[in-house]
């Protein structure tokens, strides 16, 4: 989808279209994915395993408030950007680069938390580290079509906030 949106800039923004429906069939596949191996092995919950289902279905309710958080800042942007794009700098962009991301990895560690099979884990850490790959490819795609972008991504962090030194007062 990023090279997509990388042609585009050149080849014309006929292209943004196909860049959506690439990421929409990868989060579609995802998902697919995710949900047949959360079906291979049928795990009863047992008495030790309730608080790994309470904080699992903790991080999935708090990655999608994160992920819909995010998602509500950019509005249509979010799923076709365009050329003359701005950068977002309200919250959440305002203190995290990729809000959305970081909701959709909390949910992915929730679920295989609450599914706890080797498959869903195996399926969560390969996406973990294909998607940490084309976030970095991305931003590389996003400072090359809005200038402001690398001044923004040297000042705010990826996925934890900075913590605030408090300012002394005299």
Known sequence: A?????????????LWWPSWAA??????????????AWGLES?????SQVLLVVIGWAA???GVAMGLWGLSALGLRALL?????????R???QHLRRPMALGAILAGL???LIVETPASWLCYLTWLG?????????????????PAARAYHSRTPRYLPRRRRATQTK
Do not use: C, I, K, M
């Open 2 to 14: 990023f090279l997509l949106r990388r042609a585009a800039l050149t080849l014309g923004r006929w």
């Open 23 to 36: 990421a929409a069939g990868s989060t579609a596949g995802f998902a697919w994915s995710f949900t047949w």
């Open 43 to 47: 795990n009863p919950v047992s008495g």
């Open 60 to 62: 999935v309710l708090g």
């Open 81 to 89: 950007p365009q050329p003359g794009d701005r950068l977002e700098t």
């Open 91 to 93: 919250p959440p962009y």
């Open 110 to 112: 929730g679920a295989s």
């Open 130 to 146: 294909l998607a940490s790959l084309l976030q970095e490819l991305e931003e590389w795609e996003l400072r090359g079509r809005v």
